[in-house]
């Protein structure tokens, strides 16, 4: 009597293709889609026929001191803000680290405006540092007469910072918690025993394998912040020092209805996103990449 043939799972086995990779194939389709098809899309886009070698829309956009310059704008949101949420995240994680009454109230508190979205954000900053009289800000500072006349705040870069920092110092908070929550606090123990001061043992242990934790927060904080664009609007000044890069491209597409140059720069901000995050990854892989010797 034959044996029985082997089943298709161990045939494909013995040619090395393991069938549980077929469950990664929704996933796989979703990406191309939603992600590879609109991308591929529109590089073609830009590179409609327009000026030589199809290049007329990047062409047009360097040559235009005004588009040029929302590189500089966004970056000039987008670095500080990053920056900000993640160095302000180190230390408050960093106590909230151990056990103590009211940590899970206080860790609520600080991840609350993931809830609240940008228009909520911009409505309370419309509220607290508006231009009115009835804002709270300027309602003290013409109480206490330290003015006299309203403040204005909203309109200007600052309130755009100030909502992009809101925005993101949850993200921050949380993955440099979680970072933390890897480090072994056996380390720390150790330098104590030997006479490592709190400051040394933050320095010389903690830091150190925390530094390329550090080094993804700020990518993914800076590309939620590089793509601002309902804040540039709702609570900055779109026409002049908050006219991103996003703000650029929705008026070539929705309001002259040029879907290359609309393109082009969209593609102009992926790349200047993408050396922003290969500085930092090159920066990254200098620093410590061995295990932490914790949970995380």
């Known amino acids: 009597m034959s044996a029985a043939s082997p089943s298709l799972k161990h045939r494909l086995a013995d040619r090395g293709v393991d069938t549980s990779l077929l469950l990664l194939l929704p996933a796989a389709i979703f990406i191309l889609v939603l992600f590879v098809y609109p991308f591929a899309y529109g590089i073609t886009l830009s590179f409609r026929p327009k000026g030589v070698l199809g290049l007329g829309s990047y062409v047009d956009f360097f040559k235009d001191p005004r588009q040029v310059s929302t590189i500089w704008k966004t970056l000039r949101l987008a670095l500080p803000a990053a920056l900000f949420n993640v160095l302000a995240s180190i230390p408050i994680a960093f106590k909230l680290r151990g056990r103590f009454r009211g940590k899970r109230t206080l860790s609520t508190l600080l991840v609350l405006p993931i809830s609240l979205g940008t228009v909520l954000i911009a409505q309370g900053l419309w509220g607290f540092v508006g231009t009115g009289t009835g804002a709270w800000v300027n309602r003290f500072l013409l109480a206490t007469h330290l003015v006299s006349s309203p403040v ?145």
């Open 152 to 296: 204005r705040i909203v309109g200007t870069y600052w309130a755009v910072l100030l909502s992009l920092i809101i925005t993101g110092f949850p993200f921050a908070f949380l993955l440099i918690s979680s970072y933390l929550s890897g480090i072994d606090p056996s380390l720390e123990q150790a330098g104590a025993i030997m006479g490592a001061g709190w400051r040394k043992r933050f320095t010389r242990i903690t830091l150190p394998l925390l530094a390329p934790g550090l080094a993804t927060t700020f990518m993914l904080t800076f590309i939620l912040a590089f793509s601002v664009f309902p804040s540039a609007i709702l609570v900055g000044d779109p026409g002049n020092t908050t006219r991103v890069l996003s703000y650029a491209a929705y008026q070539a597409f929705a309001e002259r209805f040029d879907y290359s140059s609309a393109s082009a720069i969209a593609i102009i901000l992926g790349l200047v996103e993408l050396v922003i995050l290969a500085l930092v990854m090159l920066w990254r892989s200098t620093l410590y990449r061995g295990s932490t010797g914790g949970k995380g």
